[in-house]
């Protein structure tokens, strides 16, 4: 299944400042009987987000009108827990199409990276500036270059660089998950196959 591409993304943010966020927590165990990769943005930290009665937690700040935009900012160690690509499936139903945190889980990074959620890993230290500046300004925003592979705060120009596996970043650029990669190199594979049958 073929994903938007990224390039650079510049957006208002939503900040969930909680450290240690795990999977269960992102999608509810209950949540994942579904095999098709929607709906699941309806549940979204659905335990924190509704009363047992349905009705919205209003300090929850997803049901908070006042953040909005296309960029999650989580605390440290984002995504722990049980390995559920359904709680990156979940990110991307819901309309985020980057989590930036001082550090994921290496699991669910790899899930994010598989459908076409960026995660972008900054310092503690400019993880902090970020939660600072959207709580100034809730309308702060971010531009996140993956071809530059960095992030800036467009309001004071302040920048840091980040990571990314090459491969998966080539991916992400062109829209791709592993099975577009292979279907856009498929002449290359046949002739390679080809020259071993001489």
Same mark, same amino acid.
């Given at each position: 299944?073929?994903? !938007?591409?990224?390039?650079?993304?510049?957006?208002?943010?939503?900040?969930?400042?909680?450290?240690?966020?795990?999977?269960?927590?992102?999608?509810?165990?209950?949540?994942?009987?579904?095999?098709?990769?929607?709906?699941? %943005?309806?549940?979204?930290?659905?335990?924190?987000?509704?009363? %047992?009665?349905?009705?919205?937690?209003? !300090?929850?700040?997803?049901?908070?009108?006042?953040?909005? %935009? @296309?960029?999650?900012?989580? #605390? @440290?160690?984002?995504?722990? %827990?049980?390995?559920?690509?359904?709680?990156?499936?979940?990110?991307?139903?819901?309309?985020?199409?980057?989590?930036?945190?001082?550090?994921?889980?290496?699991?669910?990074? #790899?899930?994010?990276?598989? +459908?076409?959620?960026?995660?972008?890993?900054?310092?503690?230290?400019?993880?902090?500036?970020?939660?600072?500046? +959207?709580?100034?300004?809730?309308?702060?925003? =971010?531009?996140?270059?993956?071809?530059?592979?960095?992030?800036?705060?467009?309001?004071?120009?302040?920048?840091?660089?980040?990571?990314?596996?090459?491969?998966?970043?080539?991916?992400?650029?062109?829209?791709?998950?592993?099975?577009?990669?292979?279907?856009?190199? @498929?002449?290359?594979?046949?002739?390679?196959?080809?020259?071993? =049958?001489?």
């Amino acid at each position: 299944m073929a994903y !938007d591409k990224f390039n650079i993304l510049t957006s208002s943010a939503v900040p969930l400042p909680i450290e240690n966020v795990d999977t269960d927590q992102i999608i509810p165990a209950r949540f994942l009987k579904a095999t098709k990769r929607e709906g699941f %943005g309806d549940n979204l930290f659905r335990d924190w987000r509704y009363n %047992g009665d349905n009705t919205p937690k209003a !300090d929850f700040v997803l049901n908070d009108k006042t953040y909005s %935009g @296309k960029i999650l900012v989580g #605390g @440290k160690n984002f995504g722990s %827990g049980s390995s559920r690509e359904h709680a990156a499936w979940a990110v991307y139903d819901y309309g985020f199409r980057a989590v930036v945190s001082s550090f994921f889980a290496d699991i669910f990074k #790899g899930n994010c990276l598989n +459908i076409g959620v960026l995660p972008v890993q900054v310092s503690p230290e400019f993880a902090d500036t970020i939660f600072k500046a +959207i709580e100034a300004d809730p309308n702060t925003q =971010l531009e996140i270059n993956l071809e530059a592979q960095t992030i800036t705060l467009l309001a004071t120009g302040q920048q840091e660089s980040f990571d990314i596996n090459g491969y998966k970043k080539n991916n992400m650029l062109n829209g791709f998950d592993d099975i577009d990669y292979l279907q856009n190199i @498929k002449e290359e594979i046949v002739t390679f196959a080809d020259k071993q =049958l001489i």
